[in-house]
Nanobody, 126 residues
Framework: QVELVESGGGSVQAGGSLRLSCAAS????????VAWFRQVSGKEREAVAL????????RYADSVEGRFTISQNHTIATVYLQMNDLKPEDTAMYYC???????????????????WGQGTQVTVSS
């Protein structure tokens, strides 16, 4: 069992920055893949970034490549998403997801992740 709690969301103007945190508890020693997804009401949940085994591999959606950075602090079992140069289209509910497996060809598919947090809202105004 793994529990995930997101924090760090808020409102910011375009061009600004936010850092999201995903604090994990439970069987974190077995967690290999941790990802951030986002969802706008009425739309599909989309993958944003993935970190595997603390940074051995990372993946990013094309829409955030170069602006967002995912990282992990093993000591406190927390994964971060640093978001820079935010745009209005980044507005969404952001979710943290985790799994014990490694699936590089499907990292952006929500069905492959077993554990999910409750989400944190990010709003970017123009």
């Amino acid at each position: 069992q793994v529990e995930l709690v997101e924090s760090g969301g808020g409102s910011v103007q375009a061009g600004g920055s936010l850092r999201l945190s995903c604090a994990a508890s439970g069987a974190t020693y077995s967690t290999k893949s941790v990802a951030w997804f986002r969802q706008v009401s009425g739309k599909e949940r989309e993958a944003v970034a993935l970190i595997y085994l603390g940074g051995i591999s990372t993946r990013y959606a094309d829409s955030v490549e170069g602006r967002f950075t995912i990282s992990q602090n093993h000591t406190i079992a927390t994964v971060y998403l640093q978001m820079n140069d935010l745009k209005p289209e980044d507005t969404a509910m952001y979710y943290c997801a985790a799994d014990f497996g490694w699936f590089p060809n499907n990292w952006n598919k929500r069905s492959w992740y077993k554990w999910w947090g409750q989400g944190t809202q990010v709003t970017v105004s123009s």
